[in-house]
């Protein structure tokens, strides 16, 4: 009773204050039924179809993904190096969705009506929704990097959409010569999985140290700092002579002439404002923005990102429509894989409340992101995250980093259990 | 009584306090949502990261408690207990404590 008394008041002081939140069902649907249809089955989809059908079982849920299997992007790198197996971080959808009782539909949506509430697809269907998610993920800024775009990629690949491109990255690292050089080109913030390139890094000179020590990976960097930095420049010191002239990591930050501002496909080279390097293996993470269909369906501002109520994840620009996951302005949350999945479960309760004629609940976030140096000594990083203001805010002096003198080697331990749990949470 | 005034009057005063709203969150349920992200779908773990699923309430209470003080040393729980109220560490572990 006092928790509801509450939240109304809010809810109210809310309306006043133009914040916006929303109180009352979506047009014709009736209470404990509806349709949402969710476009993209990866971390922050396939959690919200999963949670939405468990909250409650009255909701329709159908899932547009165009693929039949998917690969996470979070993990990916184990399998550039050579821990695990492509199949590891492949999931298919065949079993959860008779499981849960979830409709997917293997194509691509290509529009969304948000008054008619139709969301149509490349094969021709159109599907009526009460309420819509969008969890596209991330979509590449190609036109940053001369020489650079989709038809590149196939040769010099980004493998920051995690499946063919992730095998294709790892046939070149392992058909490399020893003594050669891998180049990651790593992007500007904000980006998918901030650490995820320098756990690349380390997972290469890795693989390096074992069947090709001659080799050298060089990040070239478009920042100046990036995530678990200390960690990471640690844990290389530590296994990767990280600093002396042997180092198998190099990292070439903006303000040393890192940023990549061209590629030349044929020679894999990178052009700098002042120079060109040579690699053996090119890897090129471009800058990024919310994923395609988030654009077509205007639901992107000015930075390429989805603005949202954090409350519901409801978009800023047009109502019924949710965007959960890397497409959304979720900062201070950063773009990772349990961030999505954090906030999809924010957004299932929502839109059950909402469809149910009640307020969502305040909502809680947490963010967990392990990497790895080797495959012995793991780092993470934790936030807790509350509603405060209209806004996320992190809780001060919750969260943080791996202390220096952490477990490392637990904390690698940890990363692979939190990977198949985190997975049985998505696609169980 | 005490708890219903102060919301009342954080409403009024139209402070979104969601760390208040939270601690009201009896059921726990929606704290426990963002553990499963780590420690299982309902709390059953597939690995070495512990299942929360059915344990004693008390058990899983002092834990996270003395995680957040530092009493006990983990890797990661030291930094996230800190994130929540005895209060909630109490309802998560009831939550979780029920699910048979």
Known sequence: ?428 | MRRTRLYAFLAIAGIAASQAVSAADAGGKIIAAQCNGCHGFEGISKGIIPGLRGKPAVYLSESMKEFKSDKRKGTIMNRIAKGYSDGELDNVAKYYSGLK
């Open chain 1, 1 to 428: 009773m006092n928790r509801r008394r509450f939240i109304k008041a809010v809810g109210a002081a809310g309306a006043l204050s133009g914040l916006g939140l929303v109180g009352c069902t979506s047009a014709g649907s009736k209470p404990g039924s509806g349709h949402v249809v969710i476009i993209g089955g990866g971390a922050g989809g396939a959690t919200c179809a999963k949670y939405i059908r468990h909250l409650d079982s009255g909701v329709k849920v159908t899932v547009v993904e165009p693929k039949t299997e998917f690969a996470t992007c979070f993990m990916s790198n184990w399998v550039i190096g050579g821990i695990k197996e492509q199949n590891w971080i492949t999931h298919g959808y065949a079993g959860w969705s008779k499981k849960h009782g979830i409709n997917v539909v293997h194509d691509t949506a290509v529009s969304i009506d948000p008054v008619a509430k139709v969301v149509k697809t490349r094969g021709g269907q159109s599907i009526k929704y009460d309420r819509c998610v969008v969890s596209p993920g991330v979509d590449f800024r190609y036109d940053t990097i001369d020489g650079y775009g989709e038809a590149v990629a196939e040769s010099v690949p980004h493998a920051w959409h995690a499946g063919p491109q992730t095998a294709l990255l790892r046939k070149q690292l392992e058909s490399m010569r020893n003594g050669g050089l891998f180049v990651i080109a790593a992007p500007p913030n904000p980006f998918r999985c901030p650490p995820g390139p320098y756990e690349r890094a380390s997972l290469v000179a890795n693989y390096f140290k074992k069947h090709k020590p001659r080799s050298k990976v060089l990040i070239m960097d478009a920042k100046d700092a990036f995530s678990k930095q200390g960690l990471f420049v640690a844990g290389w010191t530590t296994h990767y002579g990280y600093g002396t002239a042997n180092s198998m990591i190099e990292w070439r930050s903006k303000a040393n002439d890192g940023m990549a501002r061209a590629i030349k496909a044929e020679s894999r080279t990178v052009v700098t404002e002042f120079g060109e390097v040579k690699a053996d293996v090119l890897n090129v993470i471009p800058a990024q923005k919310a994923g395609h269909i988030a654009a077509v369906a205007g639901l992107t501002d000015a930075s390429g990102w989805c603005p949202v109520d954090p409350l519901t994840w409801e978009s800023k620009v047009h109502k019924g429509i949710h965007v959960i996951g890397d497409a959304a302005i979720q900062a201070p949350i950063p773009k990772s894989g349990y961030a999505a999945n954090s906030e999809a479960k924010v957004c299932a309760a929502a839109i059950v409340a909402l469809l149910n004629g009640r307020s969502p609940d305040v909502p809680s976030w947490v963010n967990t992101c392990y990497s790895l140096v080797t495959p012995d000594h793991g780092l993470s990083v934790a936030g807790v995250y509350t509603y405060t203001d209209g806004k996320i805010a992190e809780v001060k002096g919750a969260g943080g980093l791996t202390p220096k003198d952490g477990h490392f080697s637990l904390e690698a331990s940890y990363a692979e259990s939190w990977y198949q749990n985190i997975i049985d949470d998505m696609f169980g």
